[in-house]
């Protein structure tokens, strides 16, 4: 198997996080790495022992001419340019989620991928967590027949929401589920949209926010997503997914699977799922859907377990459900 060579343009904590779960991958070697501010570039250097580290994505995209594969994981509204710029340069990009807020971005970088013939990979990366994975199994096998109903939770400690109130709950919260319901709905679009949220705090982002919607098979879906759960809980994630086809039901549940800690001071749970050390190593579904990019981009296969398409259709809803909720009416789409 030969190497890859990749880049990553930002270096907050979850770019750190693509970094480290890159440099778990034995065949993969992280090249170069871009960021704007200064300090993060040298405390990369001094933890990582990376030599090539730019302030510019141009520069490194134009110098760095091995690269083949590049991650996005500069703030959302910044995901447009960088992503251009790495399929201009002939190399394949993977986007962070929100792959943008905006729709129009979100069709430029698919148009930019098809003409570049560069594989642009959204970072939905709970299509490669394996309960969620599971269930698309589940019903791809037919042993519950066809969807009907889709119903998914997200909760995340309220402390969080003084840094992700940032962008709209939608777009940084409920996305993941977005994406699911549309995977797990098989090709069917949404066709209608309604929404309401709260805002707790006066914050123009709502903490709580649901979405119901409706596809075009018939089926509907009923998405919760909120920043409430208390930070003393110790709870870092309290998710929960139910499918119901025709003939069955399959659902999963977060809270009881995690791996809780209770002390003298409380209690706090791990989350092994997404991206976590553990004896020397990282495991989580972020590595898992970068070794995925990975091995398709050297093997030459197409990354088709998950969707660009999808992704400009999660957007198009995400869109749909912010004017609903601030306009209090359905919208059709």
Known sequence: ???????????????????EAYRQLPFVEVAAVCDADPERLRAAKEKYGLTNVYEDAETMLNREKEIELVSIVTFERNHLQPTLLTLQAGKHVLVEKPITTDIEEAKLMLAASRRYGRFA????????????????????????????????KRSRENGLFATYQRTHTVYELMIHDLDQAIWYAGGSKVKKAYATGLSVTGSKTPEVLWAQLHFESGAVAVLHSNWMTPDAAGIAINDYTEVIGETGTVHFDTNPAGVQVWTSSGRSTTDVSIHHRQNGRVIGCLAEQLNYVGQCIVYGRNPDWISFEDAL???????????SATEGKEITL
């Open 313 to 323: 259709h999660g957007v198009e809803v995400a869109d749909a459900i912010v004017r």
């Open 121 to 152: 990979v959204p970072g939905h990366l709970l299509r490669f967590e394996p309960k969620y994975a599971e269930i698309k199994q589940v019903i791809e096998s037919g042993r519950i027949g066809k969807p009907v109903s889709i119903y998914m």
């Open 1 to 19: 198997m030969r190497s890859l060579k990749v880049g990553i343009i930002g270096l907050g904590s979850w770019g750190l996080s693509h970094l």
